[in-house]
């Protein structure tokens, strides 16, 4: 029998828009095939360095220029830094980064020395022994940034790699790029830590010619070569007082200081780059909320926070001698600081100098705690989208991410005594008071006013 007219239209017109629904599909699939291999295809020539690594908002990107100029003062001697290509950048025993570096080490050892013997020959006390820790912790994290040199490269060709991979799709970019985060941080720290440094000597000239006026007749010292001589009485020790040594005295002590500022601004540009890969991996996480993923998919999220972890574990051993030696130094210098301010000063300039370099040193330090417990805060967040996952979907590998990112801290810490986390914070808080009490008795054993030297 032959279907009636009606019916066979009817069935031409399904199999019609089956072809043109299985047409669509096929259209859709060949469009996501030729997306993925345009992806994989610029991932790999990202991989080889170059001018389209380069434009990536890559972490070795960001931090670059500013590697530059540490190197300027002996700090993290790699060899070709200068290059777009990590994978160039290594360190060398025989390279002119670690010529400097030795340079800088010999020089501030020997005003170490010389320093360490006037102090001892005058009588240590809770108030001048400051100057001389600050020298010491600053030949220590000389040889802390040699050690980071040495892994260099452990650590930055997985993570540049990591970079490729988490800057293009599936995951999505953040809306503020890494590098301006950090070249906005650079700058903030960067004028902040020039004034301290200038209130520093405008404070000494002002203690310097107060103590002439009140105990020498010679009222003709009040000069500010003067005050260099005994500011910089440690080197023109060993060397006469020319313009040469007043120059080398002031970059000398430049070196130290800006080794002191970057060392806290080195964990914060590593803290900005961790977290903000955590972030990127959690929102990739949480756009699966309400949808049925299949295993295959979560395994593959797996595999990327294996990669992720694995990462923040290198650098967190790394790293830990510089955090530690960078917190230790930041509760000693604070306590000193506010010491000073609890004490007698002698002139008004003397308390806007204690008083901003106190302040500036606390918001150092508290951005490094702040910026480095964003790395543990986003790597928890993907937990809430697990949570929201319906029990037919608990599969077997759901249960081992969920397991992952609750078994084991993500983050920096200083050799696991301390993890940089806001209750960390806190509790360097209650530290600072504990610590601040027992040097203000220390300081009660000591003469008060003023004392001519």
Not at 264 to 275: E, H, Q, R
Request: charged content about 15%.
């Amino acid at each position: 029998m032959r279907p009636e007219p009606g019916k066979w239209d009817y069935r031409r017109s399904e199999l019609r828009s089956m072809s043109s629904t299985s047409e669509d599909i096929r259209r859709q699939l060949k469009v996501r095939r030729q997306k993925q291999r345009v992806i994989l295809a610029t991932r790999w020539r990202c991989a080889q360095g170059g001018l389209e690594f380069e434009q990536l908002d890559t972490f070795y990107g960001a931090i670059r220029p500013y590697l530059c100029v540490a190197q300027f003062f002996g700090i993290m001697p790699l060899a070709n830094i200068r290059s777009r290509d990590p994978q160039d950048v290594k360190f060398k025993v025989r390279s002119i980064g670690l010529v400097v570096t030795g340079l800088f080490l010999l020089l501030g050892g020997l005003k170490t020395l010389v320093g360490a013997n006037i102090l001892f020959t005058a009588g240590l006390n809770a108030k001048n022994m400051v100057g001389l820790v600050f020298l010491i912790v600053g030949l220590v994290n000389w040889v802390n940034f040699v050690g980071f040199a040495r892994s260099w490269s452990h650590i930055m060709l997985p993570w540049s790699s990591l970079d490729i991979l988490m800057l293009f799709p599936p995951y999505k970019r953040c809306n503020r790029s890494l590098r301006s985060k950090v070249n906005f941080i650079a700058l903030c720290v960067g004028v902040l830590a020039v004034g301290d440094h200038m209130l520093y000597y405008v404070s000494g000239y002002s203690s310097y010619s107060t103590n002439i006026l009140q105990c020498h007749t010679n009222h003709s010292r009040i000069t500010f070569a003067l005050y260099l001589e005994k500011e910089f009485s440690d080197i023109m020790f060993i060397m006469p007082c020319n313009t040469f040594t007043i120059c080398y005295a002031f970059w000398i002590n430049g070196a130290f200081t800006f080794l002191w500022n970057f060392l806290d601004f080195f964990i914060v540009m590593t803290s900005i780059g961790l977290a903000q890969r955590f972030q990127q991996f959690a929102a990739r996480v949480g756009a699966l909320e309400g949808r049925q993923v299949p295993e295959s998919l979560w395994y593959d999220i797996r595999r990327d926070h294996i990669r992720l972890c694995e990462l923040a574990s290198l650098v967190e051993e790394s790293m830990s001698c510089i955090v530690f030696v960078s917190c230790a130094n930041n509760v000693y210098v604070i306590c000193n600081q506010a010491l000073a301010i609890f004490t007698k000063l002698r002139h008004p300039i003397n308390y806007i100098y204690f008083w901003y370099s106190l302040l500036f040193l606390m918001a150092r330090t508290s951005l490094v705690f702040m910026t480095a417990s964003r790395i543990h805060d986003a790597s928890l967040l993907p937990l809430r989208s697990l949570y929201l996952v319906p029990s037919n979907g608990w599969t077997q590998e759901v249960q081992r991410f969920a397991y992952q990112l609750t078994s084991e801290f993500v983050g920096l810490s200083g050799y696991r005594l301390f993890c940089l986390t806001r209750k960390s914070l806190f509790g360097m808080l209650a530290t600072l008071v504990t610590y601040e009490l027992m040097l203000l008795q220390m300081d009660a054993k000591n003469p008060k006013g003023l004392r001519c030297v």
